[in-house]
């Protein structure tokens, strides 16, 4: 089994560069209140940015995270947007503090912070979102090929719960199902939440 630090995100961050904005995008802009001015969203593990970029044409500032670069060469695409794309080249598991924000978003990417990065991280996210903000992430389970892996945050349901004790759930899809990494087979168990944190 390869650790995670030998995949190689670089290459997976190329192959998805060109993929459409996901649906929830939208959906977490629309329960923080729509387009406009003034709203930040953070984008963790932002990979080639095609959600960072879609919040950046809905007007929004994101403060992208990432260890790969591939965001990075994509920034020009501030100039044709009304939002922007701050991109941090950073492992978010080791930062001390995010920026306030009014979504807090990440898609794929949590559970690769590890167990204890995640552990980390997760309250200092929580802290950064407003009260009344919202929270898109996806959060692997127990039925998920990497839950052999000691490198890869994956979570019993009652764990997801109280990530989530502070939050009114709006939203939760659950993905259980063989699927494809983008180097083999996997049996893909993400557990999406949208969810409004409590004032
Ligand atoms: C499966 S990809 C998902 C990328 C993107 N969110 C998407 O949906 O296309 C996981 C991403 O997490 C990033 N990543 C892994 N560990 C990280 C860490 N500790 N801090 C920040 N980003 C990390 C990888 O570089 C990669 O871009």
Known sequence: ??????????????????????RIVTRA???????????VALDIGAGAGADSLEFARRGWTVHAYDID???????????????EVVFHHADASLE????RADVIYSSDALPMLGPEGLERAWPRLVDALRPGGIMAV?????????AERPDVATLSTAQISSMFSRFQILEREVRDEDGRFFDGKKHWHVITTLARKRA
């Open 138 to 146: 996806d959060l692997f389970g127990e039925q998920d090929t990497w």
């Open 96 to 99: 001390d503090s995010f920026p």
């Open 29 to 39: 802009i629309l329960a923080a209140g729509g387009e406009g001015s003034g709203k």
């Open 69 to 83: 670069e591939t965001l990075s060469h994509r920034l020009i695409e501030n100039r044709r947007m009304s939002g």
């Open 1 to 22: 089994m390869n650790s995670l630090a030998t995949i190689d995100w670089a290459a997976y961050n190329a192959s998805a560069a060109g993929r459409p904005a996901r």
